[in-house]
């Protein structure tokens, strides 16, 4: 199983970014997929997760109402559509699935 993501940037407050995780096909189609963020000096915190269909999502409360996961089942990729994004955002973004963690993407939001 491999993940790896990609997206990440150095970004003023208000912006927007999609991340992405390819996954190997090793049974992307039948897994839920995780985000996870990490800031410096915190632990890993969820951010969000998708079904295996993509019919179902759910969000931190820190990021709701700005943040949208989504995947697509032939690309086997899943995304991360962040807007509105605030200096508390600014973390290491990484995609889990089948306990294979991505190399993750840093996503810095300046003020």
């Known amino acids: 199983v491999q993940l790896v993501e990609s997206g990440g940037g150095l970004v003023q407050t208000g912006v927007s970014l999609r991340l992405s995780c390819a996954a190997s096909?090793?049974?992307?189609?039948?897994?839920v997929m995780w985000w996870y963020r990490q800031a410096p000096g915190k632990e890993r915190e969820l951010v969000s997760?998708?079904?295996?269909?993509?019919?179902?999502?759910n969000y931190a409360d820190s990021v709701k109402g700005r943040f949208t996961i989504s995947r697509d089942n032939v690309k086997n990729t899943v995304y991360l559509q962040m807007n509105s994004l605030k200096p508390e955002d600014t973390a290491v973004y990484y995609c889990?699935?089948?306990?294979?963690w991505g190399q993750g993407t840093q996503v810095t939001v300046s003020s």
């Open positions: 889990y699935a089948l306990t294979a």
């Open positions: 096909e090793f049974t992307f189609r039948r897994s």
């Open positions: 997760s998708i079904s295996s269909d993509g019919g179902s999502t």
